[in-house]
């Protein structure tokens, strides 16, 4: 009996250094997996967008394109704006983001909500009066829409 008390009191250290330093790992664990997380969607940018932003809206028909509503109504958001880069938020569905960059007379707009993940991407080029859109493929637009997403991530902890 006196030897197994020997064995328990030499090892119950070793034990309590590893459980505390497994509760250490795990811990560090946590926090990365949610920093990463969080680093990877649009919420911050939306909320600035919501105290910050400027009044806009989008016209029926081109929500609908999109895919956002099929109101008869325009859609109010809340734009940020930095030279030819626009983050909108709905101010209806505060989810709802519309991320924009124009070159020329091409305008590409990619939806997507506070998790950040693409749902549609349209072209449209201002020189076509009418019938200007053009549907992007997701697996085509992914890189270019992760720039749009990481600038807007970048400028709002600015």
């Known amino acids: 009996m006196n030897r197994q008390l020997d064995i328990v009191s030499r090892l119950a250290p070793r034990l309590r250094m590893q459980a505390s330093l497994y509760f250490v790992v795990l811990a560090v664990l946590t926090l990365l997996t949610n920093v990463s997380a969080d680093e990877n ?6 909320a600035k967008a919501l105290r910050e932003g400027k009044d806009a809206s989008l016209n029926a028909f081109f929500a609908e394109q999109l895919g956002i509503a099929s109101a008869k109504q325009a859609i109010p958001l809340k734009r940020l704006k ?3 880069n626009v ?3 709905s ?4 989810r709802t983001i519309i991320l924009s960059v124009q070159a020329k007379n ?3 707009y990619y939806l997507t909500d506070t998790s950040g993940q693409l749902k549609k991407a349209i072209i449209n080029d201002s020189a076509v009066a009418n019938g200007g859109l053009t549907n ?3 697996n085509r637009a992914e890189a270019a829409f992760k720039e749009q997403k990481s600038f807007w991530q970048k400028h709002s902890k600015k």
């Open 91 to 94: 101010v209806t569905d505060r």
């Open 41 to 46: 969607t649009l919420e911050g940018v939306a």
């Open 106 to 108: 091409l305008t590409t």
């Open 87 to 89: 983050f909108n938020v």
């Open 136 to 138: 992007i493929p997701l």
């Open 82 to 84: 930095v030279e030819s």
